[in-house]
Each structure stands twice: as structure tokens, then as C-alpha cells.
């Protein structure tokens, strides 16, 4: 037997054929239908793309939204044997053509409210043949509709059989420097991710969960959740084009979500509308945050007040894209909810499957004391070993593992706590400073929503860190005093931010990540 992911497809398709998907609307009203609607149009929309010349190999591009077409798309271009590549929709113009040209793209399946971004980007990528518009009617742009190029389909098509090392998927990073970078996926990679998810001490997800996944279709698999809740025939529950976090509240609700995935500063918007308008989200098992390091107040907020555990995991485009979790062991599951936060603020232990180490600069594994930070540096089945068609970032890989760039200090228990990324920390007077330290700490100042704390140049010291701060409250003041002391608490004076910017929100990057390339910019700006 090959590990391929059409045996998920077929599992649930043969066993699991009444559960039901989920998908929100441009217009907000939801769309529903079984797996069995769902497995047999998967196996149309594969026919029209074989009828089209798709053939394996061949990179089919998307551009869309968390929806139930995207969510065709997921499976029935890897079990045609081409490779699906997710376009991240909030990349510049520039940077889509790019990565479209680099991808080869010669297909694209594009929502509607997207069309102008493929106006200006189509014509300047050299290999796209066809564009088909995720919608029910006409479109202005394109082939067809998705609808009528389904209807070309047979529903009884026959997958091919697929050998398990095939590329069947592709994700570029969110180039925070120079170019994206393209990672492929394997069937067997993915296969083999998607079990681990599954794990009773990973995700847990399973048949009887209600799975809605926040974090982006376009970023990283959407942290391989699609895959998964079709593996175990579980409930998806799709946001849906722009959603806020009034829609993913009213979802979880309305729909008895049991775990959902977002980004961390999802997470910060969720508790921050949860304070205006509640909502019965006790259906949660978990809310898994990701992205950056998850501050323990917000774990705090969610335990206390609505009795939400948030699971933490580290991970990237480059390690499809889970690597590590948080793993409760039983001991400290029964020493209580303090002790369960202390583990889960953390980035834990490698996935089954993943192997780890922490090197300081002379390649060296760090002690198990928590203070000695380093590199980490990961390897196993689904995590990447070279850039596609990259030769400039080869210093990123060796014998098998990749250089995260992260760095992290590594516990007794052998489970790591993310510092910084390399280019985030703050070098004062020859000493290191944690940006992710100052910003969980400033987290948990009462009157503090989040925060974002980013290095700014200064003559004497080289770098001092200053502090963006975002008040719980829309209209709130913040004493930079208060702030200065509450951080006095914890760490040494030389690192306490020389400034407290207060402002209403923190930029955002493609993928929901806090932009420090645009906070350092305004820093810069500050030391004039």
C-alpha cells in the first residue's frame, strides 16, 4: 500500500459518508453538505482537470478563501498526481507573479472577490493556461465558472495510482526578506503529518470533532487541519471569505465547534470580542494558537473565564507545517491548571516522527537548563530538506535538517521555549534581549491587549528595544510609568524599553503575524 492521501478520501467516502461540512458564505448565510456530496465532486472536479490536460506533475494554483470549493481543490488535484500550490493572497502583486512564474502555475482556481489582484498579476505569468473562478455563475474573467468547468467531470472518475514520494503540494514563505521560497510537499510527507495530527498527545482530532480551521487554506496546509478532518471523517466548519472575529465566534456557537486553529493575534481579536458581545464557546476542547509565542496571560483569560485550554505548537512552511507540540504529561495535568499553563506557554516537544536539537553557534546542543539559547534545528518525513529550485539558501539545510532560525532555550524535560527569531532580538551593549520575554510579560499588564516590542537604533548602546502596546479597552491610556515598572518586576533595568508606543492595533503581516519589518521602520524613525 502506497501513502497516499486518496486512502483518507476513500475511508471516509466508504465509512463516514453522512458527515457534514460547513462553509460560510460571501454573504454570510452557510452552505452545507455530507462527505459524500463532498468525495463525489472531488472526483468530478479531478476528471474536468485530467480532461483539461492537467496531468501529474503539473501545478494547479489557488487563490482563494477557507471554503468548500477550496476544500475540493485540497484533494482532488494530489489524488489527479499534480501538485497543488496555495497562493498566499496577501502577498504583494509583485510577489504572487513571482511565485506563480517560479511555481510554473499553468492552472488557477481564483475566488471572486479576488479577480482584480489577477488582473494585474495573470498576464506577466508566462506558463498559466486556464483560470477558473470559484463561483456558480458567469464569470468576467477566465475560463468559466467553477460550477460549469465541475460539470465537464465525470463523478465516478478513478483516481490514479500514485507512488507515495510524489510532489502533491506546494507553499512559498511570506518572504519577510528577498524572494519567497518554495517548499514541496509528498504524498507520503503529508500522510504521515496528517496521522500525527490525529495522535491522542498531538491534535487529537478525531471523528466525533467539530474541526474549524481559522488559520488561512493559503498558509502552510492551514496547519494540515483539511487533511485530518477528512482523514477521520470529522465536522469542518469553514469561515468563509474576510471572516472577523464576531463570524468565528458566532460559528463556534452556533455550530458547537470542538477545536479551532488561528493565529495568535486571532486569538488576542477572539478574547477582545468576546469581552464585547459573549458568546457560549464551551463547546471547545481546544483553540490552538500559532504563529509566535502564545502569552500566558491570554492562556489565563480563556482558562478562567470560559474555560478554554490553548494548545500550543511550533512549526513552519517548511515543516508542513507542524514540528512540535505541547505535551501535558499526566503529572502535571494533575498538579492543576497553573502547572498545565507553565508547560503550555511553551513550544514543547518534537511531533512523533520529528527529531530536534538546539545548537548554540559553535554547532553545539545547548544544556537542558533553560538558560542557553540556540538554533533549532529540525528533521523528519514531512519537513523540507532544500528550497525548490533554490540554490541561494542552501546553508538553510544540512544532512537532512533545517535550520529554523528560531531560537530557543530547551528545559529539563526536553521541551524548548522559543526566545526569538534570529532577526528579532535586541542586541544592547553586546547583550541579548528576548522581544518574545518583554512581550508576554507586557501582555499580562492589566489594561494591556497585546504587544509588540522591536529593536530601535541608538548611538551609544547600538540597539535599544522599544515597546508597541495596544490597550485592552478601544480609547484606553496607558501609563508608559505603570508599563516601565510592571516590567522592572521581572527583568533587569537594561532591558525595560526606552519607549511605550501606544497605538489601536499592531500591523499584520499575510498570514496574521505581528509585521516587526514595519514596527522596526517606525522604530527607526523614532531615533532620528
Same mark, same amino acid.
Given at each position: 500500500? !502506497? ?7 476513500? &475511508? ?5 459518508? !453522512?458527515?457534514?461540512?460547513?462553509? &460560510?458564505?460571501?454573504?454570510? !448565510? ?10 463525489? #465532486?472531488?472526483?468530478?472536479? +479531478? ?15 489557488? =487563490? ?8 475540493? =481543490? ?54 498559466? @493556461? ?19 468547468? %465541475? $460539470? ?39 500522510? =504521515?503529518?496528517?496521522?500525527? %495530527?490525529? =495522535? ?27 487533511? +485530518? ?15 472577523? $472575529? ?14 479551532? *486553529? ?16 459573549? #458568546? ?20 489565563? &483569560? ?56 538546539? %545548537? ?28 525548490? #529550485? ?12 533545517? @535550520? ?17 527569531? *534570529?532577526?528579532? %532580538? ?28 522591536? $529593536? ?32 522592572? @518586576? ?39
Amino acid at each position: 500500500m !502506497q501513502l497516499t492521501l486518496k486512502t483518507f478520501l476513500e &475511508r471516509t467516502e466508504s465509512f463516514l459518508p !453522512q458527515n457534514e461540512i460547513v462553509s &460560510r458564505q460571501a454573504d454570510g !448565510q452557510l452552505f452545507r453538505y455530507h462527505y459524500a456530496d463532498y468525495c463525489r #465532486r472531488t472526483r468530478q472536479l +479531478a476528471s474536468a482537470l485530467a480532461r483539461l490536460g492537467v496531468k501529474p506533475g503539473d501545478r494547479v494554483a489557488t =487563490l482563494g478563501w477557507n471554503t468548500y470549493r477550496h476544500m475540493e =481543490l485540497y484533494f482532488a488535484v494530489p489524488c489527479l498526481g499534480a501538485i497543488l500550490h496555495t497562493v498566499n493572497i496577501r502577498l504583494t502583486d509583485e510577489h504572487i507573479a513571482y511565485i506563480m512564474n517560479h511555481a510554473e502555475d499553468v492552472v488557477l482556481f481564483v475566488d471572486p472577490d479576488l479577480l482584480p489582484t489577477v488582473e494585474r498579476v495573470a498576464p506577466s505569468v508566462r506558463s498559466l @493556461r486556464h483560470i477558473i473562478v470559484m463561483d456558480d455563475r458567469p464569470a468576467p474573467l477566465g475560463d468559466c465558472d467553477y460550477e460549469s468547468f %465541475l $460539470a465537464t467531470g465525470d463523478p465516478d472518475f478513478a483516481f490514479p495510482e500514485i507512488e507515495e514520494n510524489s510532489p502533491c503540494g506546494m507553499c512559498f514563505t511570506s518572504a519577510t526578506t528577498g524572494d519567497p521560497k518554495g517548499v514541496v510537499y509528498t504524498q507520503r510527507g503529508l500522510y =504521515l503529518h496528517t496521522l500525527a %495530527l490525529c =495522535l491522542r498527545d498531538v491534535l487529537a482530532i478525531s471523528e466525533h470533532d467539530t474541526v474549524l480551521p481559522v488559520v488561512p487554506m493559503f498558509h502552510a496546509n492551514s496547519w494540515g487541519l483539511p487533511h +485530518a478532518a477528512v482523514a477521520v471523517g470529522a465536522t469542518i466548519v469553514l469561515p468563509g471569505p474576510h471572516p472577523t $472575529a464576531a463570524d468565528i465566534l458566532d460559528l463556534i456557537e452556533a455550530e458547537r465547534g470542538t477545536f479551532c *486553529a488561528a493565529a495568535v493575534t486571532i486569538g488576542v481579536e477572539l478574547y477582545a470580542q468576546l469581552k464585547k458581545k459573549p #458568546r457560549d464557546i464551551s463547546s471547545l476542547r481546544g483553540l490552538m494558537l500559532g504563529g509566535s509565542a502564545t502569552p500566558e496571560a491570554l492562556m489565563k &483569560r480563556f482558562h478562567n473565564e470560559y474555560g478554554v485550554p490553548i494548545l500550543t505548537a511550533w512549526g513552519a512552511t517548511e515543516a508542513a507545517p507542524l514540528a512540535t507540540i505541547t505535551h501535558v504529561r499526566r503529572s502535571v495535568f494533575e498538579a492543576g491548571p497553573e502547572e498545565r499553563i507553565k508547560v503550555r506557554i511553551r513550544q514543547g516537544i518534537p511531533v512523533p516522527g520529528v527529531e530536534l536539537k538546539v %545548537l548554540d553557534d559553535c554547532g553545539k546542543p545547548v544544556p537542558r537548563d533553560d538558560r542557553h539559547p540556540g538554533e533549532v534545528h529540525v528533521r523528519g518525513p514531512w519537513i523540507a530538506t532544500e528550497y525548490y #529550485r533554490d540554490k541561494r539558501s542552501r546553508d538553510s539545510f544540512a544532512d537532512g535538517w533545517w @535550520r529554523s532560525g528560531d531560537i530557543a532555550t530547551q528545559g529539563s524535560d526536553g521541551s524548548i521555549r522559543l526566545v526569538d527569531r *534570529a532577526k528579532d %532580538l535586541v542586541k544592547s551593549g553586546g547583550e541579548w534581549i528576548s522581544s518574545v520575554d518583554l512581550e508576554n510579560e507586557l501582555a499580562a499588564c492589566p489594561g494591556v491587549l497585546e504587544a509588540a516590542v522591536v $529593536a530601535m537604533p541608538d548611538a551609544r548602546w547600538q540597539e535599544r528595544p522599544v515597546a508597541f502596546v495596544v490597550p485592552l479597552q478601544e480609547s484606553g491610556e496607558l501609563d508608559p510609568d505603570i508599563l516601565s515598572a510592571w516590567l522592572a @518586576r521581572r527583568f533587569a533595568k537594561w532591558w525595560i524599553p526606552d519607549r511605550f508606543v501606544v497605538v489601536a492595533a499592531l500591523p499584520k503581516t499575510g498570514v496574521g503575524k505581528v509585521d516587526k519589518r514595519t514596527l522596526r521602520e517606525r522604530a527607526a524613525g523614532l531615533a532620528l
